[in-house]
């Protein structure tokens, strides 16, 4: 229950929970129960909710939340606590340089507050140490974009999903995941015959759904693709027109494809599938003109994820399929605002409207839109690197903003001693998390309901979440935390910001800043949206191109490159980051369950969402269980190199021998010793940074070990 910010009337406001972005209609009554149902006119659901979304009205009461400041455990004003924010990060510059504080952000944050965390880091701290949890969910798929398309771009949109004859579901349980999404895929085949193929080593319940499973091997996607690419090297498929007008690179990816991946047979033996299978993959996408291809964690959460996803765009440039109706690759981002905070830049290695740091000229203008000289002038600290180096020294201030790192990165354990040792940490939360256990200074952060501002869901569709409710005790929105720590550190007249629609002007102004005649992004009349418009403002595609086909991007052949083509990547098969061995037999799986969102911290807290799986449930396959006498329903002690978990077992034929899976959702506030980042690797991609989740070496016995 809640306070409701003005009487009666239904908000329309989004669901916080993943990137298909659902509009959302929430009210309040009159003793404060706040009941939710879809938005029938929101074009990402039409009305239809999932199990999460449904139980929204029911993660708003207090329980849990951080109702006021504290400083060193102890309560404190608004006043006192952010003056020793900007107290110890201002003498920790001044002392040390820029490069010694860092933020950790969040894909719950708002874009306006992504933007000015974002301004104050990299504009006016003059660092680019500012990183989010997004690293952690779909960096690799904007680091293969930027190598494919010059730019991190998704060139689909939701509708191509129910337009397409043949959508490969690669590395993504879209039934669990993005629930709404599959809704309308299924929704789609049921009237026009759409097949399905779901590429993921594990019997998903996207998998139960689908015509074709491919339940490859951890870390063999790139073959699988490759294979392809060489099959439509080959045959009818192959879009000569395009790949000669509108690309580069062709000749070198399918000699580099073809020289491991030559047949089907070679392929099936590498991939550990049927060599059938793979044949009947690839002639259904080599004869199915509309195809999609939509990838998620299963691809990015890998040593070798932005690899992976050049496979898959190499096949799509090949084919010409890319930016037209019911074709295209397809990234879909785990958080609601993931896209957000890559329009503003909130990743360590981008700047701002999609800029990066390598060309001095785009620092500069970054750098003179805001009037910020000092703007910083090199990438900063992707997530693991930041964490490490706050441990070791280098990092000595940090701002955790909205996300619960000390369970939710890799090598966890490392995570939570780096927490410890680093000089001064803030987080600034909506409720008590393994976190701000380890916070110098809590700040009290307005929740989902209390906050107003933007969120750009995966096709780039920009809504609105709107406050319904009075903030809880005395959390603020964190744009206006932030705000008023720049005001103190020196900053007034960068950040005099009266409240999010100024913000998302400016953030607007920016996108569409022209600069020697050339204009960044073409977004229509965002940036002159006053008041009242941005208070009306109706879900739309970003950037804005009004019009038939509005929201595909792409698809006229021409890429933000320097020579205008996309580029095909030479990609070869690396496999994993750390095989299994005679100590660590089994390679352990993690991702979501179907009811519970990130480390519970919202959704641990409903009941009905607790019941379907009300503790951390470990899945093993039948003959891995017999070797080491597990039955269902005992404790299992799940080490890795870096850490151990315990687990109830569930066994399941759905877990290919020699394989496990573990949720990544508990933490210590749910059940001790749960959370599936102990355990994991922090091996990282080398050119998206992003950590590899997807494929842990473990050991797994019963308790007590012996
Ligand atoms: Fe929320 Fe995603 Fe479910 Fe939609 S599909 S209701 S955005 S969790």
């Known amino acids: 229950t809640g306070i409701p910010a003005t009487p009666a009337a239904e908000a329309r406001t989004t669901c916080p929970y993943c990137g298909v972005g659902c509009g959302v209609l929430a009210r309040v009554a009159a003793d404060g129960e706040v009941t939710v149902r879809g938005d029938p006119d929101h074009p990402a659901n039409f009305g239809r909710l999932c199990s999460k979304g449904a139980a929204l009205g029911e993660t708003t009461g207090h329980d849990g939340r951080l109702l006021a400041p504290e400083i060193g455990g102890r309560a404190a004003s608004w006043n006192a606590a952010l003056d020793v924010v900007a107290r110890r990060f201002r003498e920790t510059i001044d002392r040390h340089g820029p490069d010694s504080v860092a933020f950790y952000v969040s894909g719950q944050l708002l874009t306006e507050d992504y933007y000015v965390a974002n301004k104050l880091m990299k504009g006016f701290i003059g660092s680019g140490n500012i990183d989010t949890n997004s690293r952690l969910c779909m960096a690799s798929s904007v680091a293969g974009h930027r190598r494919a398309f010059g730019e991190d771009i998704v060139p689909g949109i939701y509708a191509d999903l129910e337009e397409a004859d043949l959508v490969v579901l690669t590395g993504s349980n879209a039934a669990w995941c993005h629930p709404v999404l599959y809704q309308r895929l299924l929704a789609a085949r049921e009237e026009r015959g759409t097949r399905i193929v779901v590429v993921d080593p594990r019997r998903t319940a996207t998998a139960d759904e689908c015509d074709l499973h491919l339940a490859i091997e951890p870390g063999t996607d790139v073959l699988l693709f490759n294979g392809l690419l060489a099959h439509i090297a080959e045959g009818r498929a192959l879009d000569r027109d395009f790949v000669a007008s509108a690309t580069s690179g062709f000749a070198e990816a399918v000699a580099a494809a073809s020289a491991e991946a030559s047949s089907p ?14 044949r009947l993959f690839y002639e259904l996408f080599a004869a199915t003109e509309r195809s999609v291809t939509v990838y998620s964690q299963g691809v990015n959460q890998s040593a070798h994820g932005t690899d992976k996803v050049n496979a898959i765009i190499n096949c799509h440039l090949a084919t010409g399929r890319i930016g037209r109706p019911g074709m295209g690759p397809f990234s879909v981002t785990g958080q609601p605002n993931a896209m957000g905070g890559r329009e503003v830049g909130g990743l360590a290695n981008q700047l701002a409207a999609h800029m990066g740091f390598e060309q001095p000229a785009d620092v500069d203008r970054v750098g003179r839109f805001w009037n910020a000289a000092g703007i910083a002038r090199h990438a900063g600290l992707k997530a693991v690197d930041m964490f490490r180096a706050a441990g ?9 903003m909205g996300t619960n790192p000390a369970v939710s990165m890799p090598d966890a354990g490392r995570v939570r001693a780096a927490l410890k040792a680093c000089e001064f940490v803030v987080v600034s939360d909506v409720t008590r998390t393994d976190t701000t256990l380890h916070a110098d200074v809590l700040l009290p952060a307005a929740a989902w309901g209390e906050k107003s ?22 959390a603020r929105a964190d744009w206006r935390i932030i705000c008023d720590v720049a005001r103190r550190m020196g900053y007034a007249d960068a950040f005099a910001f009266e409240g999010p629609a100024a913000i998302f002007r400016e953030h607007a102004a920016l996108s569409a800043y022209e600069n020697d005649g050339e204009r960044l992004f073409d977004i ?13 403002f109706e879900p739309a595609f970003w950037p804005q191109q009004p019009g038939e086909g509005a929201g595909r991007l792409l698809g006229d052949g021409r890429f933000p490159t320097a020579d205008g083509r996309a580029r095909f990547v030479a990609v070869r098969q690396e496999g994993v980051a750390l095989a299994v061995d005679g100590q660590r037999p089994i390679a352990l799986n993690t991702g979501r369950s179907r009811d519970q969102w990130h480390t519970m911290t919202r959704t641990g807290r409903v009941p009905r969402l607790m019941a379907n799986t009300p503790e951390p449930t470990l899945e093993i396959a039948p003959q891995d269980a017999r070797r080491e006498g597990l039955a269902d329903g005992d404790l299992a002690h799940v080490s890795s190199r870096y850490g151990f978990v315990r687990a109830k077992v569930s066994i399941s034929a759905r877990q290919k021998p020699g394989s496990a899976f573990l949720p990544m959702h508990w933490s210590g506030q749910f059940a001790a010793n749960a959370g599936a980042g102990s355990l994991a690797t922090p091996t990282t991609d080398p050119f998206s940074g992003q950590p590899e989740l997807k494929n842990v070496p473990v050991r797994i016995v019963r308790e007590p070990v012996a």
Not at 392 to 400: E, N, S
Not at 463 to 474: D, H, K, N, T, V
Not at 526 to 532: K, N, Y
Request: with cysteine; glycine share 14%; charged share 25%.
């Open 392 to 400: 070791d020294g280098r990092v000595k201030a940090l701002w955790i």
């Open 453 to 474: 501002g933007t969120v750009t869901n995966s096709e780039r569709r920009l809504s609105r979440q709107r406050a319904f409710l009075q903030p809880a005790g005395s």
């Open 265 to 278: 047979a070679d392929v099936a033996a590498g991939c550990g599938l049927a060599e059938a299978d793979v």
């Open 524 to 536: 229509g009349a965002l940036a002159g949206l006053d008041d009242a418009g941005y208070e009306r």
